[in-house]
C-alpha cells in the first residue's frame, strides 16, 4: 500500500454570486404584500359586475396574490440575474494548488 500523489497548480476564476432563493422568496412575499394592499385599496363592493356574485375579502386576496405572487417571483429572480451579472465583472483569477493522492488498495 504506497499512496502516490499528483501535484498541481491550476488557476480559477473567483466570484460573489447572489442566492437566487432568497431574492425568489423576497419576491414572493413583495407579492403578497402588493396583494393586501391591493385588497384594502379598492375596498368597498366585492360583487362582480358580470355574475353579480359577491366574494369576501379573504376571496379577493386569495384571487389577486394567484397573480401578484407569481410577477414578484419574476421580478425578484430578475433582480438576481442582473445582480449576478453586475458581479460576474469583478471575478478574478487566483492560482490553486490542486493535489490528489491515490491509495492503491493490493488486498
Do not use: K, W
Amino acid at each position: 500500500m504506497s499512496p502516490s500523489a499528483d501535484h498541481r497548480i491550476e488557476t480559477a476564476q473567483v466570484r460573489r454570486s447572489p442566492r437566487y432563493t432568497v431574492f425568489l422568496l423576497a419576491g414572493a412575499f413583495v407579492g403578497i404584500l402588493a396583494a393586501l394592499v391591493l385588497t384594502f385599496a379598492f375596498g368597498g363592493d366585492n360583487e362582480s359586475a358580470s355574475t353579480g356574485v359577491s366574494y369576501s375579502t379573504t376571496q379577493v386576496f386569495g384571487f389577486i396574490c394567484l397573480f401578484a405572487i407569481p410577477i414578484g417571483v419574476a421580478v425578484g429572480g430578475v433582480v438576481a440575474l442582473v445582480l449576478d451579472r453586475s458581479l460576474a465583472r469583478r471575478a478574478h483569477e487566483v492560482r490553486v494548488e490542486r493535489e490528489v493522492i491515490t491509495i492503491d488498495d493490493a488486498e
